[in-house]
């Protein structure tokens, strides 16, 4: 069987459940003329399967990313995962956190079987294979002679069963691996295992069979297909060619040139088709079809049948345009695509995205662990409830790549009752990009994901809540404290359980002793809250809980932690971009204030840098 | 495996030098006036009678392209070995390489019809159908002019083995043989089945959508073309074969319209084949006409110098890690070509030596004698020939020249400013195998201040292994030199006799105290 080139860059498909189970791709229409809503029939299984742990449904209002996205600078790292497959649209899936630790939990368990390179490369295979034959259905629905769109039928037939064959292997090759078929099974390949025997029963099912071996034996008849055209004048000649001719002009160009081939240049051995941009068939080919179908007389009959065997009538609802371009509301779709197979072609770019991610950060030399949850099995790993060792900068490192200065890495813990890290030190230390770290090793770790550190050990948090100062902000006194605090409300009032909280550079605006005052209280209450945080601050009382003895207790006091970032021994101009647990650096005021707008140094250096560097 | 048609005339494994060449060029043509020796290499030289004259107007082809090889130095001894021979075979077979030069300047002028100026724009070019007829016949008309330089080459006889020349023309009969040149004719006459007609055939299977697909070439034939088909020959044999089975008319207008197109996608596939071929050739031609153009211009110099009666010689280049230089019968050719004099001569025998100082009587010839080291060391270092009987040197990556401007004499601070603010220019640039040339440096300033200025800078390119050739006023810099001086310093003074006439040769001699400008005075004023 002849496989037609693999079609890339067919733009993305959403799509929705509706009511009487159909689902509705909207395909975003370039320049082409294509119906905007195609519709499948199908039936509706009974029992739904996702390979994210959730339908659809759950990410489809879930437009905006999170609020803590920017912060985090996780848009980026996003960015960077979706470009990974970016013939799809993944964004709604990384916009909505898992809210069952279960669903985590097998995640990670589905990540790992992908990290089998073989069943990988399979899946990418299968992946390939459904967009083909997606594009074809839609070729299908917009192609207008009859010829042609009966072949695309055939066409998309072929690619989705060499899809679902492709698939059947990745599930056999998943049974290989583990002994039985039992629950153990299930859990060790994650959701895959879950459809392994779903998977199974659609193969074996007569439907299917039927389709397939229809499909097989129908396109073996047309790639098999062979005729000679010539050209002289104005005057055609079509015969066919049934394989005897094989005079190829470009074998003589061969042997006068066959260093051409020797030294891998590109040299074509086939012509292109000059009409291969549209997708209908032209003028010219029509003409030499209409020929040939007289020569042909059987296949092209059977081609019919197989239209009417393998397609159904669908209503679909018309939009204006689509009314004013005169389109019918009935409409011929492919009668062979199962729903569960679509979901899953599109949940499963996720996992095939991020283990592609993955794989380019590791190749840079920096570690992706998947989190341990306090709710697992509780074996001693002599590790703190809340830890994270080697926490690094995923956005920084992306940015920076391979070559240049190595990201830091840090490492963070929470023992006993401690609830929050209060991380001072000066300017360009590397604070933020400290609290940054951690939050993205949390909110990757919730999603299931591996974190960008060695080593993650953490509660299964309810949520993650940034609050960053918007430097930009052209504000400043009680407009920018107003801000602020505007955006700190809604924070602090909705329950969120327990949170992990990311607090950077509260009120700078404000008098210090005020903000030390309203910092105070900020922390206290998502303590209060049973929530975990980091606070990045220059105010350095608030790193030290005992001082003003009033405001809290011991207990309080115990809850806060005091992390600096640090700098050289020797030359105090140089950052070593770490942060650890001590107590903040007594620093002069007047060096504080130098500090605060940014005229040390090493900092007027690097401004300077460009200047100098013209002249 | 057929292998590559270079040109190879220049350099005995490339094209064209990657290397830019010497740093400071504009100063060099400046400083050595240079211009006079571009000119006469771009100016053809013709008999009038018993003397050869010289046509008034340069080539500008020549005059760029000896002015941008002559600034490029061949460092290798090998290397410029390979084109001190071309260049004597060229001097030997005039004729030749004028013929050569035409046949390049005719490929110049096929690119400019085509519109292409630049090799960019060259590579670009293949896509619509007017720019595929154009690559076609620009193609054709390089193979015309390959097939003319193979003739020309093959008809000069006695040219002997071991130069570029006798290299090309058997790289001509190896990788342009008979079979080879035989079976692309074959297929540029086929294609004419595009521009002037004829029959095309294709192979053809059924896709995505019924569209054509798997499509192979199986036949083109030109309807002009004799070498083709021979049932194809006569306008009756193609008629008949329209009448057969399964032939159609094409009555639709656009199916016509199609029908073409998939003729063009034929034929562009059918170039596409020939375009690794294409560019072969126009990176031939590329490096041909910069090769045959400069070949003209050592040609055309020496006859020019020929014609005024002055000799010349091929240099030899000393072994690499040896210093100094040798040689007699040295004179500056510029002055010479200007003025159609035989100049004053000059011999030096400094082996082994780095630095050397030139003081002496003004208008002694100082300033003659620095430049014709000078040129010469650059017309050797490109394998021309040298306005010397004997000159054997060494090979400098760079050449700087710092002379003094004749055009800015005034005396004032901005001088020494731009005077040392070309010296860091040169500083920045220069290496251990470098040859620096001052003339007059230093003089802006008062002497004291000039000596310790140039002491310091001397000392200090001496000492980094720079080679410095030094004319100067500087009494007290040089005689401070001179007391401390080494083994591998020369010492030089214009020549003056006893009877104060000063002959322009340059001597051996410490730096006497006087210039002898009392001498002019004498000579001008009178005592």
Known sequence: MRVPAMRKGRGFWKFHMENEGGLCYNVPVGNEERPQIIEWGFVMEQENLWLLGYPEEFYEKAVLAPGFFVDLNMDQVVAQIMAERREYDLRKYFNRMPEDFSVTKKRQETLRVLSDTELFDRLVRFSDHMQCARGYAADYQAAERELCRQKFLLDCGVQYALAVSVLSEVFSAIRQKTDGFDGKTLEAGGFLGAFAKKAGSYTEGEEYRDFCRDTESLSGEFGNMRFRVEFAGARMRVVPADGEETGDYFDTLRALFPENEKEGRVVRGQLENPFGAKKEVGELEFFVLTACQKKYPDSFLRLRGYEQKHSVQKRRELTVQMREKGLSAQVRVPGFFAEWVLVFEQQLQVYLAVELFMRKVRKLGYPLTYAVFDREGKEDTGKNPVEFDGAYDLALLLKQGSGKTPVVCNDAYYAGRERFLVVTGPNQGGKTTFARSLGQIVYLAKMGFAAPCSYAGMPYFSGLVTHFSVEESLETGRGKLKEELTRLAPMMNEKQGKCFVILNELFTTAATYDAYIMGKRVMEHFIGQDCFGVYVTHIQELADGKEEGKACTEVQAARIVSMAACVDERDSHIRTYRIVRRAPEGVGYAYALVEKYHLTYPELKERLAGVLRDN | ?527
């Open chain 2, 1 to 527: 495996m057929r292998g590559k048609i270079h040109s190879y005339l220049l350099y005995p494994d490339m094209e064209l030098a990657q290397e830019a060449g010497y740093e400071q060029k504009d100063e060099l043509i400046k400083d050595l006036n240079l211009k006079v020796i571009f000119q006469a290499a771009s100016r053809p030289v013709w008999k009038a009678g018993d003397s050869l004259k010289a046509v008034e107007k340069e080539d500008f082809y020549i005059y760029d392209t000896v002015k941008r090889l002559m600034l490029v130095p061949v460092l290798g001894r090998e290397a410029l070995r390979y084109r001190q021979e071309v260049v004597k075979s060229a001097l030997e077979h005039p004729e030749l390489i004028k013929h050569l030069y035409e046949t390049g300047q005719r490929a110049e002028k096929l690119l400019a019809q085509a519109g292409i100026r630049g090799k960019e724009q060259r590579v670009r070019t293949g896509a619509g159908s007017g720019e595929v007829l154009g690559t076609y016949e620009l193609l054709c008309g390089f193979v015309g002019l390959l097939k003319e330089i193979k003739l020309i080459l093959e008809a000069e006889e006695g040219l002997s083995a071991g130069n570029g020349l006798f290299d090309l023309r058997m790289r001509l009969r190896e990788n342009y043989d008979d079979d080879f040149a035989a079976g692309l004719d074959v297929i540029l006459a086929d294609m004419e089945f595009f521009t002037k007609g004829g029959k095309s055939s294709f192979l053809v299977g059924v896709g995505a959508g019924m569209k054509f697909d798997c499509i192979a070439l199986h036949k083109i034939r030109s309807a002009s073309s004799p070498a083709g088909d021979p049932k194809a020959v006569s306008v009756g044999s193609i008629l008949r074969h329209m009448f057969k089975a399964g032939t159609v008319a094409m009555t639709e207008e656009a199916v016509v319209r199609e029908a073409k197109q998939f003729e063009t996608e034929a034929f562009r596939a059918v170039l596409a084949w020939l375009m690794p071929f294409f560019e072969e050739l126009a990176e031939f031609f590329d490096a041909f006409r910069v090769h045959a153009a400069f070949l003209l211009g050592c040609v055309q110099l020496a006859e020019r110098m020929k014609s005024i009666g002055l000799s010349f010689s091929f240099p030899s280049v000393r072994e690499k890690g040896e210093t100094g230089i040798r040689f007699a019968g040295l004179y500056e050719p510029g002055m010479a070509i200007l003025m159609r004099i035989h100049p004053v001569s000059n011999a030096l025998d400094a082996d082994g030596c780095r630095l050397f100082v030139v003081t002496g009587a003004n208008q002694g010839g100082k300033s003659t004698y620095l430049r014709s080291l000078g040129i010469a060391q650059i017309m050797m270092q490109c394998g021309m020939f040298v306005p010397a009987a004997r000159f054997e040197g060494c090979l400098y990556r760079n050449i700087f020249t710092h002379f003094t401007r004749r055009e800015d004499q005034s005396m004032n601070s901005g001088r020494l400013d731009e005077e040392l603010r070309r010296m860091d220019g040169i500083v920045r640039h220069v290496t251990r195998d470098s040859l620096v040339l001052l003339n007059e440096s230093f003089a802006t300033t008062t002497e004291k201040e000039g000596s310790v200025i140039a002491m310091e800078l001397v000392s200090a390119l001496y000492e980094g292994g720079v080679t410095v050739g030094m004319v100067t006023h500087l009494l007290a810099f040089a005689r401070k030199l001179y007391a401390g001086r080494e083994e591998s310093m020369v010492f030089l003074s214009a020549q003056r006799r006893e009877d104060g006439t000063r002959t322009y040769r340059m001597v051996e001699q410490a730096p006497e105290n006087t210039s002898f400008g009392l001498d002019l005075y004498e000579e001008l004023i009178g005592g």
